[in-house]
């Protein structure tokens, strides 16, 4: 008896005394039957815990989190063991909470049978979590992608390549590669500037994303060079994405496109097929690459598949 009352001590002690809010409710209808202290900073309530007496706890929990607490509470009753599990709450001044439940069924003395809560607290550790999630987002999207361009990086490019190398070699499939480089760039840098050679890389790059297919990836080289992987498409079907490529940079209107040699920007492009050109994707790039010079060297602007003589 005297270890009964010694036990029964000691949990009002931490009921009252408890950082974290304690409720006692019922179970159907989760109308709060006991409150502790810690629960008037929770909740924001004006004069103490026994505001929430005979309140229903759910009217503070948010719309789209209701039906989910009322059956944990069911299950929490019927099964006698403890649940845990996150919920919001909106308080009357608008403001929202992130708790974490631990919730248990006990029976009192007259057999009466309720759900004990403990509640904490965990707005903060979501918002440090949300933090760190868009922190590495971020340190994500800066390891793949071009500053200057914002579309793929070559080290996105390379592992994109791969990807697809492997996928094109487990179904017996084909890619075709393109390979393109800004023609007569280093005039445009030496005319106009380097702010205005960055504005013209943005513009190309804007321009490449908006030709290609939905399911072709362009990436950014180095420099003034551009790159499109095109999935399960041969070196004819390459071609036609790469002549949109070139007809829509040739025909828009690029700032100080008028003192370029053509009197417009414009780009070369190379074109090589897996498997009918190489058998893996660094002999594939290196094709691409001298379907891009062929076209440099027969007067820019123009579209070439790779042939044998290229090499």
Same mark, same amino acid.
Not at 302 to 311: P, T
């Given at each position: 008896?005297? +270890?009964?009352? %010694?036990?029964?001590?000691?949990?009002?002690?931490?009921?009252?005394?408890?950082?974290? *809010?304690?409720?006692?409710? !019922?179970?159907?209808?989760?109308?709060?039957?006991?409150?502790?202290?810690?629960?008037?900073?929770?909740?924001?309530?004006?004069?103490?815990?026994?505001?929430?007496?005979?309140?229903?706890?759910? !009217?503070?929990?948010?719309?789209?989190?209701?039906?989910?607490?009322?059956?944990?509470?069911?299950?929490?009753?019927?099964?006698?063991?403890?649940?845990?599990?996150?919920?919001?709450?909106?308080?009357?001044? @608008?403001?929202?909470?992130?708790?974490? %439940?631990?919730?248990?069924?006990?029976?009192?003395? +007259? /057999?009466?049978?309720?759900?004990?809560?403990?509640?904490?607290? $965990? *707005?903060?550790?979501?918002?440090?979590?949300?933090?760190?999630?868009?922190?590495?987002?971020?340190?994500?999207?800066?390891?793949?992608?071009?500053?200057?361009?914002?579309?793929?990086?070559?080290?996105?490019?390379?592992?994109?390549?791969?990807?697809?190398?492997?996928?094109?070699?487990? !179904?017996?499939?084909? =890619?075709?590669?393109?390979?393109? +480089?800004?023609?007569?760039?280093?005039? =445009?840098?030496? *005319?106009?500037?380097?702010?205005? @050679?960055? #504005?013209?890389?943005?513009?190309?790059?804007? %321009? %490449?994303?908006? !030709?290609?297919?939905?399911?072709?990836?362009?990436?950014? =080289? @180095? /420099?003034?060079?551009?790159?499109?992987?095109?999935?399960? *498409?041969?070196?004819?079907?390459?071609? $036609?994405?790469? #002549?949109?490529?070139?007809?829509?940079?040739?025909?828009?209107?690029?700032?100080?496109?008028?003192?370029?040699?053509?009197?417009?920007?414009?780009?070369?492009?190379?074109?090589?097929?897996?498997?009918?050109? /190489?058998?893996?994707?660094?002999? $594939?790039?290196?094709?691409?690459?001298?379907?891009? =010079?062929?076209?440099?060297?027969?007067?820019?602007?123009?579209?070439?598949?790779?042939?044998?003589?290229?090499?």
């Amino acid at each position: 008896m005297k +270890d009964r009352q %010694i036990k029964k001590t000691s949990y009002e002690d931490f009921f009252l005394r408890s950082l974290d *809010t304690i409720l006692m409710v !019922s179970p159907k209808e989760c109308k709060v039957l006991e409150a502790n202290p810690a629960s008037k900073n929770l909740l924001n309530l004006e004069k103490d815990e026994n505001e929430l007496i005979g309140n229903l706890f759910c !009217s503070f929990v948010s719309e789209r989190d209701v039906n989910n607490f009322k059956k944990q509470m069911r299950i929490c009753s019927r099964r006698h063991h403890p649940r845990s599990f996150e919920t919001i709450i909106k308080l009357k001044d @608008g403001v929202k909470k992130n708790i974490k %439940i631990s919730a248990c069924a006990v029976s009192l003395d +007259d /057999g009466e049978k309720v759900v004990e809560m403990i509640i904490k607290d $965990i *707005t903060r550790e979501k918002e440090i979590e949300a933090e760190l999630q868009n922190y590495v987002m971020l340190l994500e999207h800066q390891n793949n992608y071009d500053s200057k361009t914002n579309i793929p990086n070559m080290r996105h490019f390379e592992k994109k390549l791969k990807e697809e190398h492997a996928r094109a070699e487990r !179904s017996e499939g084909k =890619y075709s590669l393109l390979f393109m +480089d800004i023609d007569n760039f280093k005039n =445009y840098n030496d *005319t106009n500037g380097h702010e205005a @050679g960055d #504005e013209c890389l943005l513009e190309v790059a804007n %321009i %490449i994303k908006d !030709s290609i297919r939905r399911t072709d990836f362009a990436a950014r =080289y @180095g /420099g003034e060079e551009f790159v499109v992987i095109c999935p399960d *498409t041969d070196a004819d079907g390459a071609f $036609i994405v790469a #002549e949109k490529i070139r007809e829509n940079i040739q025909n828009a209107s690029i700032k100080h496109m008028e003192k370029q040699p053509k009197g417009f920007v414009s780009v070369s492009i190379g074109v090589a097929e897996y498997p009918v050109h /190489g058998k893996d994707p660094d002999q $594939i790039r290196k094709l691409a690459d001298s379907a891009l =010079y062929h076209s440099k060297e027969n007067g820019r602007n123009k579209v070439s598949i790779f042939k044998d003589f290229m090499f």
